[in-house]
């Protein structure tokens, strides 16, 4: 199976900043990589595919990058609706497996 | 507008079988393929089945593979997930999830599922 090692474990940030989340994949999967944001109580919300891709209705401020095995999710200008838990997941080889999550919080 | 809509799930002992169901409305359901993920409590997501749109092929995680079946009625518009066999680790909100290109763009709102003597 192919491992979603993603980091750091946990951060917080202040209203405005930019922070970056990082996963790496064990082997290549090209730009077969999705975000995902998860508040409490609530169902994953997918933010962006196919590595770089904004899904419909995600704010701009979210961006994608990367390929093959190392990849990243910056958030830019850091809003109180930001905090959760981020996962990334790949979709190149079944199971699709899911990174360890990173929880964010405003500092 | 997309919904899934998870029913079926509760408290079970250990050994014993359940059967969820996933009612999809809003889009072609018979036109994605449709998986199913769970979340163990304060833990992190794990991906445990997929079905083509049609059927023709089926994937499961190792941890569950010849307990689960996944299923669907593309005439009804649901996807199922039967779990025999069930174990205190499978404890855990069962999602229902639509694929799109390399994500799952819509998601259930979760059944809860509590194996416990």
């Known amino acids: 199976d192919i491992q979603m090692t993603q980091s750091p474990h946990s951060l917080s940030a202040s209203l405005g900043e930019t922070v970056s989340i990082e996963c790496l994949a064990s082997?290549?999967?090209?730009?077969?990589l999705a975000w995902y944001q998860q508040k409490p109580g609530k169902s994953p919300q997918l933010l962006i595919y196919?590595?770089?891709s904004l899904q419909d209705g995600v704010p701009s401020r979210f961006s994608g990058s990367g390929s093959g095995t190392q990849f990243s999710l910056k958030i830019s200008n850091m809003q109180p609706e930001d905090e959760g838990v981020y996962y990334c997941?790949?979709?190149?080889?079944?199971?699709?497996?899911f990174g360890t999550g990173t929880k964010l919080e405003l500092k | 507008e997309v919904q899934l809509v998870e029913s079926g799930g509760g408290l079970v002992k250990p050994g014993s079988s359940l059967k969820l169901s996933c009612v999809a409305s809003?889009?072609?359901?018979?036109?994605?393929?449709m998986h199913w993920i769970r979340q163990a409590p304060k833990k992190g997501l794990e991906w445990i089945a997929l079905?083509?749109?049609?059927?023709?092929?089926?994937y499961y995680a190792d941890s569950v593979k010849g307990r689960f079946t996944i299923s669907r009625d593309n005439s009804e518009n649901t996807l199922y997930l039967e779990m025999n066999s069930l174990r205190s680790e499978d404890t855990a909100m069962y999602y229902c999830?639509?694929?799109?290109?390399?994500?799952?763009?819509?998601w259930g709102q979760g059944v809860m599922v509590t194996v416990s003597s």
């Open positions: 999830a639509k694929f799109y290109s390399s994500g799952f763009d819509y």
């Open positions: 997941q790949q979709g190149y080889k079944y199971p699709n497996t």
């Open positions: 082997e290549g999967i090209s730009n077969y």
């Open positions: 809003g889009f072609s359901f018979r036109s994605y393929g």
């Open positions: 196919y590595a770089r």
């Open positions: 079905i083509y749109y049609d059927s023709s092929d089926k």
